[in-house]
Nanobody, 125 residues
């Protein structure tokens, strides 16, 4: 059993900052990629940022164009945790933010996709 638990959401004014965290736990052999997705009301879930589990680097990162320069994804491999530092927040960043992990469980050879339950970020004055 694998669990992803997000935290750090809340209400923030435009131009403000928030830091989201996602901790993975359970029967994990190796995490390949961890990502943040978001889903705004009436819209489809979209990829915000992802980071690979490369032990030789700080991890390769990817960002959605709309958040480049404002959001930073990082990780703590030992804690199986990722973070999303969000700055210069805009009302259009309002959404439920979900953590995703592509990983292998102990004793299982295939990659599985796991999701957290999400954390709400509201950007409003």
């Amino acid at each position: 059993q694998v669990q992803l638990v997000e935290s750090g959401g809340g209400l923030v004014q435009p131009g403000g900052s928030l830091r989201l965290s996602c901790a993975a736990s359970g029967n994990i052999f190796r995490i390949n990629v961890m990502s943040w997705y978001r889903q705004a009301p009436g819209k489809e879930r979209e990829l915000v940022a992802s980071i690979t589990n490369d032990s030789n680097t700080d991890g390769n990162t990817k960002y959605q164009d709309s958040v480049k320069g404002r959001f930073t994804i990082s990780r703590n491999n030992a804690e199986k945790t990722i973070f999303l530092q969000m700055s210069s927040l805009k009302p259009e960043d309002t959404a439920v933010y979900y953590c995703n992990a592509q990983l292998r469980e102990i004793g299982v050879w295939r990659l599985e996709n796991y999701w957290g339950k999400g954390t709400l970020v509201t950007v409003s004055s």
